[in-house]
């Protein structure tokens, strides 16, 4: 092993460690936040692409989880933007934690991956740019990842709340 290959193993556990730190953090805030709220649910903590994750699931079936989703997912937002901010206060760091709340993420991901491939297919069936409607940076992501997937290249245009995904031929 090189000197090179040991400092960038020692990294990646060192980032390994700080994200689970991350994830402990964050489940703490929730378990305290469902408490509060009375509301019954189990935390799950992942690594997934550099940043830290965390779900909160139910066994009974979520309903009352959804009301922490919100219309949209708007609660979520707010509340993935709270947890941030707890584990910044924690760590002194800037977390891109991501948070889902009884599947919502993960199912709007399938969704959002699938628009992003329609969105590809349509862009290679007829060669002209096709604009999707506005999105969070959350769902931009999904989509920009489906378009790479496909082959092809998209960009986001547009100012906050109206930022939006545009598909490029290759």
């Known amino acids: 092993m090189t000197e090179g290959t040991t400092s960038a193993a020692a990294e990646g556990a060192d980032t390994l460690t700080r994200l689970e730190q991350e994830g402990e953090i964050a489940a703490d805030y929730l378990e305290g ?15 997934e692409a550099d940043r830290a994750s965390v779900s909160i699931i139910s066994d009974a079936g979520g309903r009352d989880l959804n009301k922490l989703v919100g219309r949209d997912g708007e609660v979520l937002e707010a509340l993935q933007e709270l947890t941030r901010l707890a584990v910044h206060r924690e760590t002194g760091d800037r977390s891109r934690l991501m948070l889902d ?3 919502f993420r993960a199912k709007k991901r399938a969704e959002l991956s699938e628009l992003g491939a329609k969105a590809a297919a349509e862009v290679k069936s007829n060669g002209e740019p096709v604009r999707l409607k506005p ?5 931009r992501k999904v989509v920009h990842d489906a378009v790479k997937a496909a082959g092809l290249r998209s960009e986001s245009e547009g100012e906050e709340p109206q930022r939006f995904v545009v598909v490029l031929p290759a």
Do not use: H, Q, R, S
């Open 135 to 139: 999105m969070t940076p959350f769902e």
């Open 101 to 103: 709340i009884a599947g």
């Open 33 to 47: 936040l469902l408490d509060i709220a009375d509301l019954d649910g189990d935390i799950d903590m992942d690594v």
